[in-house]
C-alpha cells in the first residue's frame, strides 16, 4: 500500500509542476497534495511542522502568482489605469490559456494605460511589466513545486 500512496504522490507532484506553466491546473496546490498524501504511509514522512510551512509556503506562492503581474506593470511605470487592465485582461483570457494568461494581461495592461492617455512607449513598457511579472509568477511557482518533489523523492526508500 505504501506505493500506491508513492505513485499518487508523485503523479500529484508532476501535474503541480505541469500547473505551474499551465493556466488551467492549480500547480503549487497539487504539488503540496502529492505531499499530504504521504501521511498515510507508515512511518510518516512528514512533520507537523514541515507540512504547515509547506502549507504557508503554497499559500503565499499562490497569491504571489495573482499579484506578481500586477507588480511588473507598476515597477515598470504603469499607472492605476495600467494595474487595472492588467487584472481585468487577466480576468478576461485565463480561460484561454497559456496564451491568454501572457497576452489577457499584457494587452489589459496596454488598453488601460492608453485610457490614462500615456504614449503608446510608456503604455507598451507598462505592458512588458506584466509579461516578466507573469514569467516571474511561473519561476516561484515552479521553483516551489521542485522543492516539493525533492522532498518527496527523498523519503522514498
Request: proline share 6%.
Amino acid at each position: 500500500m505504501e506505493w500506491f500512496w508513492i505513485i499518487i504522490g508523485l503523479l500529484l507532484v508532476v501535474i503541480g509542476l505541469a500547473g505551474s506553466v499551465l493556466p488551467v491546473l492549480p500547480g503549487p496546490p497539487l504539488a503540496y497534495a502529492g505531499l499530504l498524501l504521504q501521511q498515510f504511509r507508515e512511518p510518516n514522512p512528514f512533520t507537523t511542522k514541515f507540512l504547515i510551512i509547506w502549507a504557508v509556503i503554497t499559500a503565499v506562492t499562490v497569491v504571489l502568482d495573482y499579484l506578481v503581474p500586477v507588480w511588473g506593470t507598476k515597477r515598470y511605470g504603469g499607472t492605476k489605469y495600467g494595474i487595472w487592465g492588467c487584472t481585468l485582461g487577466f480576468l478576461l483570457a485565463f480561460w484561454m490559456g497559456p496564451i491568454g494568461i501572457i497576452a489577457g494581461p499584457f494587452i489589459g495592461a496596454f488598453v488601460g494605460e492608453m485610457i490614462a492617455q500615456q504614449n503608446a512607449n510608456v503604455a507598451l513598457r507598462a505592458a512588458w511589466g506584466s509579461v516578466v511579472g507573469f514569467l516571474l509568477g511561473t519561476v516561484i511557482k515552479l521553483v516551489a513545486c521542485v522543492m516539493m518533489l525533492y522532498y518527496l523523492v527523498m523519503t522514498i526508500r
